[in-house]
């Protein structure tokens, strides 16, 4: 019987800890901008990331499945320029946050994420810890040099 208890208790932490690590992405305000810029239409969206996030390929992976999602919805190819900045949840950028595009300046610390697509075709996918891109996921390869936004 406290075998069987034990083997409960296992499976029970066991899923809870799967659950907590699961990420999701949440739309950060204003979530979406469009302008042009010449004769292109460009779009940039905003999200944050709710859950615990390492840097390693597998997060990569989760992460990329993640936006793949959220963007399923959106038809890059009609965006010369179609962009996602992902930042990680902090005490100023979360689900109430309310502030102003521009207000997101001076956060690249907080910075998790940038995918670009070009003319439907995503060519940008970095990683970034503490404002350094330390991944391209796209290519596969490990970087180091700061992401200048």
Known sequence: ???NLIILLILFVACNQNKSQDL???????KTYEFKAGENRNRIDYFYLEGQ???NVEEYEKLKQKIDEKTAAVNTK???LYSVYIYKETNVINKDYKGEREAFDGHNE????YVRYTDGK???FY???KANVVYDAVSGKEENFEFDQ
């Open 53 to 55: 996030f390492s840097y």
């Open 1 to 3: 019987m406290m075998k």
């Open 110 to 113: 907080d910075l998790i994420a």
């Open 122 to 124: 995503m060519d940008i």
């Open 24 to 30: 999701q992405l949440i739309a950060l305000s204003p």
């Open 127 to 129: 990683m970034i810890e």
């Open 78 to 80: 009609s965006y010369h």
